[in-house]
């Protein structure tokens, strides 16, 4: 039985920091095991322009203790009225890594997304000419699709045709949630990838309802039927370069959480490490594992891979705080259900 992993320092392609407050409380979760991550720009007000990015980027970097070693990778808040030029100034400049796609009204603070695709067309097609990826919330908002679907349906009416629009358009599919998801990543060719969230690899739609309401497991998207689950364990644990991990970790305060209206989100920061080391054990592929969460992603970006290392030991159980004391309230650490064993070395 292996009992140690060195694997060269993960990166978290999809991550929520927020701001404020929240951000100071809970970034220390991520920068503890993670060296670079994508942050998502969906603020209040959102990050749309440069100049918002690099404002939040000095917020960020203000809020890391001392001692953690952290880059945040900032990406754009894509709107009816972006400008192409100021997309194509941010990357130029090396500060904007990604842009954000959401359908308006699909997730936590969307609402400035897109509504119609036509409007979009020019800053798609500068990214395409100048390599940006899209990041893509992959959901249709139609009030008449039923939410389980809203994946699939994005992929054939929106998702597929936005491709075959734009020639070498580089996307990525976030926090995809189907067996539809996963198969299409893998067919979709070098400039197509995917992210997998740490809790879409645990959790199934079973987990949220059955034995009451479980608001912690609750995100989007929604986690799906157990078959989806496997799907995407079969994905993230294939070693495949499409394949790789962005966590979603989203803070909510606990009230915000737990109420006749919760949020959508769970938080993942504090032990997404030991989670997957158990889950890639489990489905005999550790030595996948670093494709997945230090290789596949970094290759894609056409960024360098860490050069610092990260060792998980298997000893005894994992401990872990289940909450986060933070100045914005308490946000509870996401619970897989079973015991942790694979301990990140300090």
Request: proline share 7%; net charge negative; charged share 20%.
């Amino acid at each position: 039985m292996t009992t140690s992993l060195t694997l060269r320092r993960p990166d978290d392609w999809h991550l929520h920091l927020r701001d404020g407050a929240m951000l100071q409380g809970i970034l220390p979760e991520t920068a503890r095991h993670f060296a670079r991550a994508i942050v998502m720009p969906n603020l209040v007000p959102p990050v749309v322009t440069g100049a918002q990015a690099a404002a939040y980027r000095d917020r960020i970097l203000a809020a890391l203790p001392d001692g953690m070693a952290f880059e945040p990778l900032m990406t754009l808040y894509l709107t009816e009225e972006t400008d192409p030029a100021d997309v194509a100034a941010a990357h130029a400049s090396g500060l904007v890594k990604a842009v954000k796609l959401y359908p308006a009204g699909a997730t936590t603070n969307s609402a400035s997304g897109v509504t119609d695709f036509e409007k979009v067309r020019g800053v798609l097609e500068k990214m395409a000419e100048i390599g940006l990826p899209l990041c893509v919330h992959g959901e249709v908002v139609d009030a008449d699709v039923d939410i389980f679907d809203r994946e699939a349906v994005f992929i054939d009416t929106v998702l597929d045709p936005i491709r075959r629009a734009t020639p070498g358009l580089r996307v990525v599919m976030e926090h995809i949630t189907t067996a539809e998801g996963a198969a299409y990543a893998q067919s979709g060719g070098p400039d197509l990838g995917a992210t997998i969230t740490t809790h879409h690899l645990v959790i199934n739609r079973n987990h949220i309802l059955v034995g009451g309401i479980k608001p912690h497991y609750y995100c989007l998207p929604v986690a799906k039927r157990e078959h989806h689950r496997l799907a995407l364990r079969a994905a993230a644990t294939s070693g495949l370069p499409c394949f790789f991990l962005g966590t979603d970790s989203a803070p909510h305060a606990d009230p915000a959480k737990e109420s006749a209206c919760g949020c959508a989100g769970c938080f993942t920061a504090t032990n997404t490490m030991s989670i997957l080391a158990h889950v890639f054990e489990e489905d005999g592929a550790l030595d996948k594992l670093e494709r997945f969460t230090s290789l596949n992603g970094p290759a894609f970006y056409d960024l360098p891979a860490n050069d610092a290392r990260l060792t998980l030991e298997r000893g005894g159980p994992v401990t872990y705080p289940d909450k986060i004391d933070t100045g914005a309230g308490t946000v509870t650490v996401f619970d897989p259900g079973f015991a942790l064993h694979w301990h990140v070395k300090p």
